[in-house]
């Protein structure tokens, strides 16, 4: 069997379930490959996955017999075979936190279901640790993100726009993998100060700053890199700021490792910020997989331990409202004793 599938019923006897209903689609994608709307039951004894007609071939062209799954035409499922499918099982499980009210409610009625129990995202705590496949995904989108970047430097001149830029990395990812992760971020000059900036008609002018946010998809995996640099020359109230942030972010890379504490390296950064008089506005990093934003979530709102092979951004920035900020975002898996990055641009003083 598919050894996503058979982890996820060891965890289920050891939860007392005896079935579970997946409807999140990035879930689906995790254990089954599946990319087509639908729903993956697990029963007593099958592995279901219901969809519409129209995507019945496409579903069918993704599984194997190695995965052990019947698919089901939703026009083909009768209010018998509804009621059916969890005949015998006392506890259910059901993603409460992607299911509305009204779903659940119609959950129980359509399979007749004597107890619906929560998950407690157990799909996504798995998800944190990344196999050998995925992390090969990871690194094939961050080797192209960087070689992104390299492209977009040689191609970024002085009376473009803000969209014009974002438009050139997006059509760069467009022609290479699945397409991008994120609405790609590019910010200049006071735009700068704002961390999820959106692409303006602003045109890049001679001692700009530059904060460019992007990342692609491949195989559905996701790349996620920030890079802030120059043009022409760098502004002298920019460097104590820049060299902070860089400080932290080379730190913060040297602390990585299985074991610590997502908590505790946020709280570093946040305490040498505010030593200058600045704050860590926005998480230091999170996971990164199929999901852009996925756990861990590294904040002091969050104290979850690193373990390997879970694939997390580093990004420290600081903001000045109305004139400028300086975010460096790297994509990195954890290992036993250190990490690597997968995003290797050059993050020194770049100036174009």
């Known amino acids: 069997m598919n050894p996503k599938l058979q982890w996820l019923r060891n965890k289920m006897n050891s939860l007392d379930m005896q079935g579970i209903i997946i409807s999140n689609p990035i879930n689906v994608r995790y254990l089954t490959n599946i990319d087509a709307e639908g729903t993956l039951l697990l029963t007593r004894k099958e592995n279901i996955y219901i969809t519409d007609a129209r995507y019945i071939e496409h579903v069918h062209s993704i599984l194997t017999l190695y995965d052990e799954i019947i698919v089901y035409d939703i026009n083909d499922v009768s209010k018998d075979d509804y009621e059916n499918f969890f005949l015998f099982c006392e506890n259910v499980g059901f993603e409460e936190y992607y299911t509305t009210y009204a779903e659940y409610k119609e959950l129980i009625r359509k399979y007749k279901i004597n107890n619906l129990v929560e998950t407690e995202h157990i799909i996504e705590k798995q998800r944190m640790i990344k196999d050998e496949?995925?992390?090969?995904?990871?690194?094939?989108?961050?080797?192209?993100?960087?070689?992104?970047?390299?492209?977009?430097?040689?191609y970024i001149k002085p009376g473009m726009t803000e969209k014009q830029i974002a438009k050139e990395i997006e059509d760069y990812y467009n022609s290479r993998t699945d397409g991008v992760s994120f609405d790609t971020i590019v910010a200049s000059g006071e735009n700068t100060s704002m961390p999820h900036a959106v692409p303006t008609d602003r045109k890049i002018k001679e001692k700009d700053i530059i904060t460019i946010d992007m990342g692609?998809?491949?195989?559905?995996?996701?790349?996620?890199?920030?890079?802030?640099?120059?043009?022409?020359?760098?502004?002298?109230?920019?460097?104590?700021?820049?060299?902070?942030?860089?400080?932290?972010?080379?730190?913060?890379?040297?602390?990585?490792?299985?074991?610590?504490?997502?908590?505790?390296?946020?709280?570093?950064?946040?305490?040498?910020?505010?030593l200058h008089d600045y704050d860590l506005i926005h998480s230091l990093g999170h996971g990164v997989g199929l999901e852009i934003h996925e756990a861990p979530y590294i904040s002091y709102k969050n104290d979850t331990n690193l373990k390997e092979n879970m694939v997390i951004t580093n990004e420290p920035g600081i903001y000045i409202p109305g004139k400028f900020g300086v975010r460096i975002e790297d994509t990195v898996q954890i290992t036993k004793f250190g990490c690597v990055s997968l995003t290797n641009s050059d993050k020194n003083y770049i100036v174009i």
């Open 133 to 154: 496949e995925e992390i090969s995904n990871l690194t094939k989108a961050c080797n192209i993100t960087d070689e992104c970047f390299k492209y977009i430097l040689g």
């Open 216 to 274: 692609c998809k491949v195989n559905g995996y996701c790349s996620d890199m920030t890079r802030t640099f120059f043009v022409g020359e760098i502004l002298e109230e920019v460097k104590p700021i820049y060299d902070l942030v860089l400080k932290n972010q080379v730190q913060t890379m040297q602390d990585f490792k299985d074991g610590i504490s997502t908590r505790l390296l946020a709280k570093m950064v946040e305490n040498d910020f505010k």
